[in-house]
C-alpha cells in the first residue's frame, strides 16, 4: 500500500511538471509572438513614413568635407533613398573639392535638394556652384549665395582683361574664344591666364545653371563681378527653385514635385517623410581640422621650430618629436590644398634666418630677413575664398618672431659689454699678491696659483698688485692703487 501510494505520488507531481514546463514554454511562445507582431508593425509604420537623410555642408569645402558629402549621396543611392537633402552654410573653399561634389551630384540617381539655411547661411564661392548643380535649389529667408569668382593663388587681378557683356555666348561658352577675339595669347602672360581661369569658371557655372533650367546668366556675372543675392531676389530671377522659411515647408514645397536625375524623371512624394540630420564623423571632422589653412600654417611653424630647437638643444628629444610629427602633418594638408611653394619656402627661410641670428652676430640683419621672409611667405602661402590662413595669426606669428629677434639682439649687446672671464683676457684687471720681494721678476700668487711675473717697479712681499698683461705663461703686473677695489 505504502509503495502503491508513493508511485501514485511521484507520477502525480511529474505530470504537473511537465504541464507546468508546458505552459512557460507556451507562454514564452506567446510572448515572441507578441513582439514579432509589434515589429512588423512599427517596421510597417516606418514603412509608411521614409527616412531621408540631411547631409550638413558646413564650413570651408575642403577634401574632407567633399569626402564626407559624396560618401553619403553614394550610401543613400545605395539604399534607395526616396531623395537626399544637402544643407548648405559654406563661404567658399577649394575648387577641386567642389568639382567633386558636384561630380557627385550629377551622377545621382536619387534627387539631391540643396537647402542654405538656417537663416542667415550662405551659399557663397564654391557653394554656388554646389546649389545650382542640385536638383532642386532651396533658400531659407535672410541667406545669400554668389560671390563665385575664382581666386588665383599668387596676386593675379581679381578681373579679366575683357569687356565682353557675360550674356554674349561667345565669352561665357568657350574661355579660347574669348582669347582668341583679341590677338593671339602669350600663355606666360598672368593676365592671359587669368583670364583663361574666370572663362572657364563662367562655362562650368553656366552649365551647371542650364542643366536645371536655371538663370545662367546671372550665374555668369556671379563669377566675372562676384554678384550676390538674397532668397527672395534669387527666387525671382530664378537663380533658386523655391524658398522655404523651415524643413516643414521645404518638405511641403517639394511634394509633386517632378525632376529629372542620372536614371531618369522622380516625382518626390514628402507627405510622409521623416528627415535623419547627418552629421560628419570623428574621423572626418579630425581632417577637417588639420587641413584647415591656419592649423596646417601652425603645424607646420611648430614643426619648423620644434627642429631648430632640437638641433640649438640636441638630445632634447621632446622638439624633435613634437617637431617632426607637426612638420609631417603639416605637409599632409598641405598636399591637399592648393598652396604656393614659393610661400612654403620663404616660411623655412625666414625662420632658418631667425634661428641663424644666435649663432652669427649681425645684429639684427639676419633676423629681419627672415621676419619679412616669414611675413611675405605666410601671406602667399594660400588665398582661397574661406580656405585661407587667419590674418591675426599671421600678424601674432610675425610679432614673436620680432619679439625672439630683439630677444637675441639684446643678449649679443650684453655679451658685447660683459667681461671674458675664461683665457688669457680673462686674467688682465685680476688681483693677486706677491710671494716674495722682486725688482723685475718674481712669483706671484694668483687665482690660488703661482704665476712668474714681471714688473716695472719693485714689489714687497704680500704686496697687492693688479695684472696689467698675459704674455705665455707670464703675466705683467704693477702695484695696485689704492682707489682701487678688491677683486
Known amino acids: 500500500m505504502a509503495a502503491s501510494a508513493a508511485a501514485s505520488a511521484a507520477l502525480f507531481l511529474g505530470m504537473h511538471a511537465v504541464i507546468s514546463y508546458r505552459l512557460r514554454y507556451a507562454l514564452v511562445l506567446c510572448i515572441a509572438a507578441l513582439c514579432a507582431i509589434a515589429t512588423a508593425s512599427l517596421a510597417q509604420e516606418d514603412g509608411a513614413r521614409s527616412t531621408v537623410p540631411e547631409i550638413a555642408l558646413d564650413g570651408s569645402v575642403g577634401p574632407a568635407t567633399a569626402d564626407f ?96 557683356s557675360d550674356d554674349g555666348p561667345d565669352t561665357t561658352q568657350d574661355g579660347d574664344t574669348a582669347i582668341s577675339q583679341t590677338s593671339e595669347p602669350d600663355l606666360g602672360n598672368a593676365e592671359t591666364k587669368r583670364r583663361k581661369q574666370v572663362n572657364d569658371a563662367v562655362a562650368y557655372i553656366r552649365s551647371l545653371a542650364e542643366r536645371r533650367g536655371r538663370n545662367a546668366d546671372w550665374a555668369a556675372s556671379a563669377v566675372r563681378s562676384a554678384a550676390t543675392l538674397g532668397a527672395d531676389e534669387a527666387r525671382e530671377k530664378n537663380v533658386v527653385d523655391l524658398v522655404a522659411a523651415s524643413q516643414r515647408d521645404l518638405l511641403a514645397a517639394l511634394d509633386g514635385r517632378t525632376v529629372a536625375t542620372a536614371s531618369g524623371e522622380v516625382t518626390l512624394a514628402t507627405a510622409d517623410t521623416r528627415v535623419r540630420p547627418i552629421t560628419p564623423d570623428w574621423r572626418t571632422r579630425v581632417l ?12 607646420f611653424m611648430i614643426g619648423l621650430v620644434g627642429l631648430a630647437a632640437e638641433a640649438l638643444n640636441p638630445g632634447a628629444a621632446i622638439p624633435g618629436v613634437v617637431g617632426a610629427i607637426s612638420l609631417i602633418t603639416a605637409f599632409y594638408a598641405f598636399n591637399m590644398m592648393p598652396v604656393d611653394l614659393t610661400g612654403a619656402a620663404l616660411i623655412a627661410l625666414g625662420v632658418l634666418l631667425v634661428v641663424a641670428e644666435a649663432f652669427v652676430p649681425s645684429f639684427g640683419a639676419l633676423g629681419l630677413g627672415g621676419v619679412a621672409a ?40 650684453r655679451a658685447r659689454h660683459t667681461r671674458i672671464e675664461t683665457g688669457h683676457e680673462g686674467l688682465v684687471g685680476r688681483h693677486c699678491t706677491a710671494r716674495h720681494d722682486f725688482e723685475h721678476q718674481g712669483r706671484v700668487w694668483l687665482h690660488g696659483e703661482s704665476w712668474r711675473a714681471e714688473t716695472d717697479t719693485p714689489v714687497i712681499e704680500n704686496q697687492s698688485l693688479v695684472v696689467t698683461r698675459v704674455t705665455g705663461l707670464t703675466v705683467h703686473v704693477r702695484a695696485l692703487d689704492t682707489l682701487e677695489t678688491s677683486r
Open 69 to 164: 558629402v559624396i560618401d553619403e549621396i553614394e550610401a543613400a543611392n545605395a539604399r534607395h533613398a526616396p531623395f537626399v537633402i544637402l544643407r548648405i552654410d559654406t563661404p567658399g573653399g577649394l575648387s577641386s573639392s567642389m568639382r567633386e561634389i558636384v561630380q557627385s551630384i550629377l551622377a545621382s540617381s536619387i534627387p539631391v535638394i540643396g537647402y542654405v539655411a538656417p537663416e542667415g547661411a550662405r551659399a557663397a564661392s564654391a557653394g554656388t556652384y554646389i546649389l545650382l548643380a542640385t536638383h532642386v535649389a532651396a533658400m531659407a529667408p535672410a541667406t545669400t549665395l554668389g560671390a563665385a569668382t575664382p581666386i588665383n593663388i599668387g596676386g593675379a587681378s581679381a578681373e579679366p582683361a575683357d569687356n565682353n
Open 288 to 299: 577637417s581640422v588639420v587641413t584647415d589653412p591656419t592649423v596646417a600654417y601652425l603645424l
Open 374 to 413: 616669414l611675413l611675405f611667405g605666410s601671406l602667399m602661402l594660400t588665398d582661397t575664398p574661406g580656405y585661407d590662413v587667419s590674418l591675426t595669426v599671421i600678424i601674432t606669428i610675425a610679432l614673436a618672431a620680432v619679439l625672439i629677434l630683439a630677444t637675441i639682439v639684446w643678449q649679443f649687446r
